[in-house]
């Protein structure tokens, strides 16, 4: 189900809030990754500049800001980027786990900007990631 207006005017003035308050989320977010799936660092072992990491977090804030809008492509992405990870050795759970890590280090960035609507709309688009990272081989309806 597409995502509605206002849910996606929440969700993107959350982006700019956490921008606008922390600057570069790269190393926050993967602190907390790191925290809830250790395995996940050896992954990374090469990336000594966080460029990899910065790079990968960059597509998902695209791939937001396309889901939430016209979804051109970021629902396929997703489901491509799944099967990719796979190839990673990445476990679908951990993948999945990557959306709501974001989401909560949004949250921490915007601090008492963050407001119970805006909750309410993550927490609708985490759901509706959800079906594309379980699913990578199902074409759902954009």
Known sequence: MPTSEHDAALILQSLETAAEMVGDLTPRVYA??????????????????DAIKGEML????????DFVGE???AH????????????????????ATFFRVVAATIKEACG????????????RLLSDLDFYVAHPDQYATA
Request: glycine content about 2%; hydrophobic content about 40%; overall charge neutral.
């Open 71 to 73: 979804r051109r492509y």
């Open 32 to 49: 907390r990754l790191f925290e809830q799936q250790p395995a996940m660092r050896a992954q990374f072992k090469r990336d000594t500049d």
């Open 76 to 95: 396929r992405l997703i489901q491509c980027e799944v099967v990719t990870h796979d190839g990673y050795d990445v476990p679908r759970h951990v993948f």
């Open 58 to 65: 960059a597509r998902v804030f695209e791939a937001v800001i």
């Open 112 to 123: 008492a900007a963050w407001s119970s609507d805006t909750n309410a709309a993550w927490e």
